[in-house]
Nanobody, 124 residues
Framework: QVQLVESGGGSVQGGGSLKLSCVASTRTFNTYALGWFRQGPGKEQEFVAAINWGGSARDYADSVKGRFTISRDNAKNTVFLQMNSLRPEDTAVYYC?????????????????WGQGTQVTVSS
């Protein structure tokens, strides 16, 4: 069982930045692909970004491309999501997830473990 704990959420004005972190409790962190998903008020959960096991490949939703950056530090069992130029429509609960296959995926069913989420609120 892998536990994922997100942090770094909060409230920010439009145009601002936040950096989310997610720490995993596993000795085999460097074999997992990691993803970020979000669920806004009244919306379905959606893919945001993913990074493969080694950090050599990344994928982003079109809505965040050029504004968000996913990265990982395998030595610290941590995945990050740097969010710049935030917009009110980015308001959501953000979840990190771990995929034991190690490859990139936008599909929620591919991810084996999920964090509890961290709230991000962007005001106009």
């Amino acid at each position: 069982q892998v536990q994922l704990v997100e942090s770094g959420g909060g409230s920010v004005q439009g145009g601002g930045s936040l950096k989310l972190s997610c720490v995993a409790s596993t000795r085999t962190f460097n074999t997992y692909a990691l993803g970020w998903f979000r669920q806004g008020p009244g919306k379905e959960q959606e893919f945001v970004a993913a990074i493969n096991w080694g950090g050599s490949a990344r994928d982003y939703a079109d809505s965040v491309k050029g504004r968000f950056t996913i990265s990982r530090d395998n030595a610290k069992n941590t995945v990050f999501l740097q969010m710049n130029s935030l917009r009110p429509e980015d308001t959501a609960v953000y979840y990190c997830a771990a995929d034991s296959t190690g490859g990139l995926s936008r599909e929620t069913h591919r991810y084996d473990f999920w964090g509890q989420g961290t709230q991000v609120t962007v005001s106009s």
